[in-house]
């Protein structure tokens, strides 16, 4: 049975800093992180996979930084200079090469002042 354990979110000023951590039970060649906003779709945020490939949506870029430590299982977001529109919930995403997604539980960031 696959996990993914999420953790970091919360309340943040505007232009402050969060960073989310998802731990998984495996390995898994993608993981990453998207994010749902009341009324709005389920978008991708930032991507990672095993052998360094990173993907970012355009408005985080600059922002927000993708991470891994493999030994782990363990996939980071780390998101500085946060704003009002950052506001959704966060989830962790993981999958294999060839297989299906799998998601965490979705993790609370509200920007505000």
């Known amino acids: 049975q696959v996990q993914l354990v999420e953790s970091g979110g919360g309340l943040v000023q505007p232009g402050g800093s969060l960073r989310l951590s998802c731990a998984a039970s495996?390995?898994?060649?993608?993981m990453g992180w998207y994010r749902q906003a009341p009324g709005k779709q389920r978008e991708l945020v930032a991507t990672?996979?095993?052998?360094?490939?990173?993907n970012y949506v355009d408005s985080v870029k600059g922002r927000f930084t993708i991470s891994r430590d493999n030994a782990k299982n363990t996939v980071y977001l780390q998101m500085n200079s946060l704003r009002p529109e950052d506001t959704a919930v966060y989830y962790c995403?993981?999958?294999?090469?060839?297989?299906?997604?799998?998601w965490g539980q979705g993790t609370q960031v509200t920007v505000s002042s």
């Open positions: 995403q993981a999958a294999p090469l060839w297989g299906r997604n799998y």
């Open positions: 990672s996979t095993s052998s360094g490939s990173t």
């Open positions: 495996g390995s898994f060649y993608t």
